[in-house]
């Protein structure tokens, strides 16, 4: 019998002034930024939160609070291998995991691989089980009018087999 659990994360982030947002660990010129305490990946921060979930280990904003100046301006990359290893030192391995980018730009496109390598490499598993999406909102709302960005991610993880 495997030991399988399931968590799900979202984030948001406005736009301001800027040249690039960072997006599963890839800086993609922009004609607009993030307004954000860390790099302001809400890729990276809703998977953490999906892996976190899945842990049973409560949010992002316990584990990295933005009050605390350790992780002003960090690469969002290192949440998620901080994340890792919180999963293995339970016995954990991630199976899967699934994101959804609101956005209505950047298009992410030719940024799609090298975002999956990232998260990939980060949490120690294949690309194939990495699956990287996004959605316009149709130019609805605050996504529509290109006041901010969002991301939904989920994640499957298991406890690993003992060895006999
Ligand atoms: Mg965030």
Redesign the pocket.
């Known amino acids: 019998m495997s030991d399988l659990r399931i968590g799900q994360g979202f984030?948001v982030?406005a736009f301001t002034d800027g040249e690039f947002v960072t997006l599963g660990g890839v800086r993609i010129p922009h004609t607009r930024g993030v307004l954000?305490h860390s790099d302001?990946d809400?890729l990276l921060?809703s998977l953490c939160d999906a892996l976190l979930g899945a842990a049973g280990l409560g949010d992002i904003g316990m584990h990295f609070p933005d009050t605390d100046a350790r992780w002003r301006g960090v690469d969002s990359r290192e949440f998620v291998r901080h994340v890792e290893t919180l999963l293995a030192m339970r016995g954990f391995e991630v199976v899967n995991v699934d994101v959804t980018l609101l956005a209505e730009s950047p298009r992410l496109g030719k940024h799609r691989d090298a975002m999956r390598s990232n998260i990939a490499k980060d949490l120690q598993i294949v690309p194939e089980r990495v699956n990287i999406k996004a959605t316009t909102t149709e130019k609805l709302g605050f996504i529509g009018r290109s006041d901010g960005l969002a991301c939904q991610a989920i994640a499957l993880i298991q406890k690993k087999a003992l060895a006999t």
Request: no cysteine; aromatic share 0%; proline share 0%.
């Open positions: 984030d982030h954000a302001g809400v921060h």
